[in-house]
C-alpha cells in the first residue's frame, strides 16, 4: 500500500472522514506489527546462524580430537610393538630421536662436513633412501627440506608441484603443493608428516620436539632420490652426541639461493 501513497488512498476511498481516520490508525498498528515480526526474524535468523557457527566449530574440534586420540593410540602400539614394554628399549628409542633431531638441525645450520661432488641436473639420481630402521630413522623416509640463506627452511610445499600421485600416512596433517618443483622420488609418494608446529605428530605429544622443519616422505615405487633442480651437488654427514653418522646430500640450485637437503639417504 505504501507504493500507492496509504494516506491519500484512504482519503479518497474512504465513506466518511472517521472512517478514514479509523483505517489510518488501523494500518500503523499494521505496520507497526509488521517491523515488530521482521525484527524478531532477523534476530531468529542471526541467532541461528551464530548456533550454527558455534556447531561446526564443536564439531571441527571433535573431529580433530578423534584424529589426535587416533594417532595416539596407532603411535602407542607401534612403541609397544617395537619395545615389547622394555623400558631400556624405549629409552634407547627416546635417546636415537633426540640425536636425530640434533643433527639435522646441525646439519640446517650448515655444521655438517661435506664435499663437493660437481654438477647436476633436474632429475638427476643423487642418492638412494636407507631401507628400515637406521641409527638415526625409526623408518625408511626421506627428511627433505628447503633451506633459505641464514639456515631459515621453508615449507616444502610451497614449491613442489601438486597433483601428485601420494598416499597421507601422516593422520591428518596437510598435503597442500602448490609450486613448479617437481618431486625427489617417484609416485606413488607416502607422505608421512607435514611442515611446521602444527603437524598431528607435535599435537598429540607423540615426539617431544615442537617444530618440523622439512616434510617425511617415502616412495611405493622406488627408494631412488632425484635432484629437484640444477646445481651443484654436495655429499655430507653430521655425527652427532650419539656417536651415529647421519649422511645427506645437498643441492645448491644454479638459478637461486636456495638449497635443498636431503637426509636419511645412502650415496
Same mark, same amino acid.
Given at each position: ?9 484512504? @482519503? =479518497?476511498?474512504?465513506?466518511?472522514? %472517521? ?9 500503523? /498498528?499494521? +505496520? *507497526? ?59 634407547? @628409542? =627416546?635417546?636415537?630421536?633426540?640425536? %636425530? ?9 650448515? /655444521?655438517? +662436513? *661435506? ?153
Amino acid at each position: 500500500m505504501s507504493r500507492v501513497n496509504a494516506d491519500t488512498f484512504m @482519503l =479518497l476511498f474512504s465513506p466518511d472522514l %472517521e472512517s478514514a481516520v479509523s483505517s489510518y490508525h488501523y494500518m500503523q /498498528k499494521i +505496520q *507497526e506489527a509488521d517491523r515488530d515480526l521482521l525484527v524478531r526474524l532477523e534476530k531468529a535468523q542471526l541467532d541461528y546462524q551464530g548456533e550454527k557457527i558455534d556447531q561446526e566449530v564443536l564439531q571441527k574440534e571433535l573431529e580433530d580430537h578423534k584424529k589426535i586420540l587416533g594417532f595416539q593410540k596407532a603411535a602407542k602400539n607401534e612403541l609397544l610393538r617395537v619395545t615389547k614394554n622394555d623400558e631400556k628399549k624405549y629409552q634407547q @628409542l =627416546l635417546a636415537q630421536s633426540r640425536a %636425530e633431531y640434533e643433527a639435522i638441525q646441525a646439519i640446517i645450520a650448515g /655444521k655438517g +662436513q *661435506e664435499e663437493e661432488v660437481g654438477k647436476v641436473s633436474a632429475g638427476q639420481r643423487i642418492a638412494t633412501i636407507i631401507q628400515g630402521q637406521s641409527c638415526n630413522s625409526n623408518g625408511t623416509h626421506l627428511h627433505f627440506t628447503v633451506r633459505k640463506p641464514g639456515g631459515v627452511t621453508d615449507n616444502p610445499f610451497n614449491y613442489l608441484k601438486a597433483g601428485i600421485s601420494h598416499q597421507d600416512n601422516s593422520g591428518g596433517d596437510a598435503f597442500n603443493p602448490s609450486g613448479s618443483w617437481n618431486w625427489p622420488l617417484d609416485p606413488t609418494i607416502k607422505f608421512n608428516q607435514g611442515y611446521g608446529a602444527d603437524t598431528i605428530a607435535i599435537r598429540s605429544h607423540t615426539v617431544w620436539y615442537n617444530f618440523h622443519n622439512g616434510v617425511d616422505i617415502s616412495s611405493l615405487s622406488s627408494s631412488e632420490v632425484r635432484a629437484i633442480k640444477d646445481g651443484t651437488l654436495y655429499r655430507g654427514s653430521y655425527s652427532g652426541s650419539s656417536g651415529c653418522r647421519l649422511r645427506y646430500v645437498r643441492v645448491k640450485h644454479a638459478d637461486s639461493d636456495l638449497d635443498t637437503l636431503y637426509l636419511h639417504i645412502n650415496y
